[in-house]
């Protein structure tokens, strides 16, 4: 044990500039990727989401939240940087063996280069992430050649592994939150392009806000920042020049669009809300825009679709979701344009289901196939046993406690029903023994919107519980019943203990 001990103490040195090298490399792969699959640690957290049992993951989602993300993600850097740590390693060797210390960087930079490629396919990306091992092995072993009085070979070799490392390191964050941030790819059309497609969305977006109720700390009737989920720690990017919709499976005959068929085609401009099954009851992952975007049974239609079953969306991401045809073809949309720009990558460009009243989860990004089934499957979810393919439950959130100046309490937040709208919120402040009205936003048109609420009342000096239910389009009340997303979406009413 002690001699396992010493070998290390002895090659500790070797051991840190190897993980620096890492490190550097794994930067070096982001500053040009960015948030992108060419990011060495993207396919890496993937494949940890994709083989971590499902039961797990949905214990991660319900208790975790997006930590459970940023977790995995972490993950995967940390063995990113051990797969180009080994690379740094080998070259350390090498450098010590021949007593050259470049031949180190000769090696280790194509060694590092070829890993990062073997997981990510993405050659420029891979290069930079060789360079960033190469430099670091380069600057340690050089540094640590040399001759400095009162600093040992070992010291000098960690002091240029760091910091060169630390200043790759900074650069590769630096630069990679720039590349490949939000926007789309250099072919595809600007926004101004078609007047049709942004001005009546102008005339929206000033209707939902001259609709939005004014209570401090509210978000309005159109998200500012619209929530995210993903299977992927990197979104796919799909160059609209390449980008395909094919319908296939049981039709008559296949057909397919290109981008620019699609935009040829006539849009609608709609706001439509979205929410994710896994989030918590009173969670955030509950967002409205407005969409521009082709009716999908006018794309699907052309295919010749016999009565069936079901069809399966498939994805640029791997990401496949499966629902009754019927719910396709009633009112969805293939939507290519977001508050009036062009969709965000983030949110699937060059094109995404939306699938009016239904959970978040079918409403598939960087949509590429829509396959028409004869028999029910499995999507990715429901593989990992969530139910997430039917209508969204309705609810009422609580996000939102004021004390006015007149001394009141101002209660706030935005109610969902999917398409069965929302047709009132009831606010309790004793608990849920009494119940009153609460004033609702105007309803914007559109068959699958939010609504926001506010109630205001005097304070009563005293603790006491605020409780929140809605009532649908249907006239049903909010079961009070409280179960945790998985596996078919959080229910119950929202309640918040408000101190005086
Ligand atoms: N291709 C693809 N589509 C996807 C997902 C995904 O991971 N990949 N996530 C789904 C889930 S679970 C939700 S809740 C919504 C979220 O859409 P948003 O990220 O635009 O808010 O996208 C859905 N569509
Ligand atoms: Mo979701």
């Known amino acids: 044990m002690s001699r396992t001990a010493g070998r290390l103490r002895g090659n500790a040195d070797r ?137 040992s070979r070992r010291r000098r070799r960690v002091v240029g592994g760091a910091a060169s490392a630390l200043g790759l390191g900074a650069a590769g964050v630096l630069l990679g939150s720039g590349a490949g941030a939000e926007s789309t790819d250099s072919d595809a059309p600007s926004v101004g392009d078609g007047a049709e497609f942004d001005t009546p969305v102008s005339a929206m977006l000033a209707d939902a806000a001259s609709n939005s109720l004014e209570v401090a700390g509210l978000e309005g009737l159109v998200s500012e920042e619209f929530y995210t989920v993903d299977i992927n720690a990197t979104d796919p990017t799909v160059p609209a020049g390449d980008w395909t919709l094919t319908v296939t499976g049981d039709v008559a005959q296949e057909v397919g669009y290109s981008y620019e068929e699609l935009l040829g085609m006539a849009a609608e401009n709609r ?93 598939v990004k960087w949509l590429t196939e829509i396959e028409v089934l004869e028999e029910p499957a499995e999507g990715y979810w429901e593989q990992r046993g969530w139910h997430g393919t039917g209508p969204v439950n309705t609810v009422a959130k609580l996000h939102v406690d004021n004390r006015l100046e007149d001394g009141r309490i101002e209660v706030a937040g935005h109610a969902y029903a999917g398409t069965r709208g929302v047709e009132r919120v009831e606010v309790s402040t004793d608990g849920g023994d009494t119940w009153a009205e609460a004033t609702l936003s105007e309803p914007l048109p559109g068959d699958d919107v939010w609504r926001q609420w506010v109630y205001r009342y005097d304070a009563p000096g005293e603790r006491h519980e605020v409780v929140v239910r809605a009532t649908d389009g249907t006239g049903e009340l909010q079961p009070r019943e409280r179960a945790d997303s998985y596996p078919s979406g959080a229910t119950g009413w929202v309640s918040k203990t408000i101190r005086p």
Request: proline fraction near 6%.
């Open 271 to 363: 706001f439509v809300s979205l929410r994710c099954v896994g989030e918590r009851l009173n969670g955030r992952k509950l967002d409205t825009a407005v969409w521009t975007g082709v009716p999908l049974s006018e794309l699907v239609e052309p295919a010749g679709v016999p009565e069936n079953c079901c069809v399966m969306l498939r994805a640029a991401d791997d990401y496949f979701e499966e629902f009754p045809l019927a719910a396709l073809q009633d009112d969805g949309l293939l939507a290519f344009g977001m508050n009036g720009q062009l969709l965000p990558r983030s949110h699937g460009y060059p094109a995404r289901a939306l699938i009016p009243g239904h959970w978040g989860e079918i409403n």
């Open 15 to 151: 051991l840190a500039v190897a993980l620096l090298a890492g490190i550097a490399g794994v930067a070096g792969s982001y500053a040009v990727a960015g948030s992108t699959p060419g990011f060495v640690a993207g396919p890496i957290a993937g494949l940890l989401a994709r083989v971590t049992p499902g039961a797990v993951v949905a214990a991660a989602i319900v208790v975790l939240g997006d930590l459970g993300h940023q977790l995995t993600l972490l993950g995967a850097v940390a063995i990113a940087v051990a797969g180009l740590g080994g690379a740094g390693s080998l070259g350390v060797a090498v450098a010590d063996r021949t007593s050259t210390p470049l031949a180190g960087a000769v090696v280790a930079t194509p060694v590092g280069a070829v890993l990062a490629f073997a997981v990510t396919f993405a050659p420029a990306a891979s290069a930079v992430a060789g360079l960033g091992v190469g430099a670091v092995v380069a600057a340690a072993e050089l540094l640590a050649a040399r001759t400095t009085p009162g600093f």
